[in-house]
């Protein structure tokens, strides 16, 4: 396995966990990486970077962040952008790596991509209903803002620097496992 494709394996999966908070951002920067040449995408995937996907992903990108400022809109964003978390996370994966077997890459993708960005968007989920729970909505635009917050951090450090985004990633997915076990109920002895 070369540096490249190593390399191009931690771009997709911090773009992946970045789809967990936010579903079209990551997109969208990748479009914008692809279009001003930054990244260069699989042959098939290649359409990200024109400038009708770049314009339609900003846009998506712009209405789905102040959505989630709503509260009780962002709840129902959540029923749909979990499944949408798991798509996006793996065709991200799918559109970056390279230097793979097909087989071993939609494998990569669909484990590592679409895993990660189920279990990020699953667990901020859960943490915005707790949230609506407890105040009403009212916390709900500091939890986003806060989602957007890493989504843009996350997405910039897959995009320039990879090495850095993949030790984000674990740190966020430790800090996620973290207040699963705190939060589940404890067996009964």
């Known amino acids: ?3 490249e494709t190593v390399i ?5 999966i ?7 908070f936010r579903v079209f951002l990551p ?4 479009s914008l990486a692809a279009y001003f040449n930054v990244w260069e995408l699989n042959e098939s995937w290649q359409w990200i970077g024109s400038l009708a996907a770049v314009l339609t992903l900003g846009v998506a990108t712009v209405i789905e962040v102040f959505a989630y400022f709503i509260p009780w809109v962002d709840n129902a ?3 749909v952008a979990v499944p949408l978390a ?8 799918v559109s970056t790596v390279a230097g793979l077997d097909p087989v071993v890459t939609w494998a990569l993708a669909i484990i590592a991509g679409g895993g990660t960005a189920t279990a990020i968007k699953g667990a901020g989920a859960a943490g915005r209903l707790a949230s609506t729970a407890a105040t009403g909505g009212v916390a709900n635009p500091i939890v986003s803002t806060v989602e957007t917050g890493t ?3 996350v997405t910039t450090a897959s995009i320039f620097a990879p090495m850095i985004a993949i030790v984000l990633v674990i740190i966020i997915l430790f800090i996620i496992f973290r207040i699963y076990r705190k939060l589940r109920p404890r067996a009964k002895t």
């Open 1 to 3: 396995m070369t540096s």
């Open 8 to 12: 191009s394996i931690f771009l997709g």
């Open 14 to 20: 911090g773009l992946a966990a970045s789809v967990g």
């Open 27 to 30: 997109l969208f920067a990748l």
């Open 77 to 79: 964003l959540d029923t």
């Open 86 to 93: 798991a798509i996006a996370g793996t065709a991200v994966m």
């Open 151 to 153: 989504a843009i951090a």
